[in-house]
Nanobody, 115 residues
Framework: QVQLVESGGGLVQAGGSLRLSCAAS????????MAWFRQAPGKQRELVAA???????HYGDSVKGRYTISRSNADNMMYLQMNSLKTEDTAVYYC?????????WGRGTQVTVSS
C-alpha cells in the first residue's frame, strides 16, 4: 500500500505562485507514473500534470507554460510549481499514482486564488 499526502496549498492572489508537495509513504519506482489532478466545486476531477518514466511530462491545456511537475525519487516526493495563478485554478489538488496495479490518491490540498 501507498499513502500519499499533499501539502502546500493555501490562499494566493491572482498572478502569484504556490508550490505543492506530495509525500509518498514508500518509494515509488521511477517507471511508475505520478500525477496531479484537481477538482473545482461542481466540476469533474481533471488531470493537471503527469510525469512518466524517463522524466517525460504532460500538462493539461489550461496550465501549460504556468505549471511545472517534478519528482525526487530519493525523497519519495513529487512537486507542482504553479506560477501566474488565475482564479480559475481554484480547486482541491490531488496527488495520484498507480502502484502494483492499484490506484492511490491523497486527500487533497485546497488552492484558492483570489482576484
Amino acid at each position: 500500500q501507498v499513502q500519499l499526502v499533499e501539502s502546500g496549498g493555501g490562499l494566493v492572489q491572482a498572478g502569484g505562485s504556490l508550490r505543492l508537495s506530495c509525500a509518498a509513504s514508500r518509494s515509488i519506482p521511477s517507471a511508475n507514473t505520478m500525477a496531479w489532478f484537481r477538482q473545482a466545486p461542481g466540476k469533474q476531477r481533471e488531470l493537471v500534470a503527469a510525469i512518466f518514466r524517463g522524466g517525460f511530462t504532460h500538462y493539461g491545456d489550461s496550465v501549460k507554460g504556468r505549471y511545472t511537475i517534478s519528482r525526487s525519487n530519493a525523497d519519495n516526493m513529487m512537486y507542482l510549481q504553479m506560477n501566474s495563478l488565475k482564479t480559475e485554478d481554484t480547486a482541491v489538488y490531488y496527488c495520484n499514482t498507480l502502484y502494483r496495479g492499484a490506484d492511490y490518491w491523497g486527500r487533497g490540498t485546497q488552492v484558492t486564488v483570489s482576484s
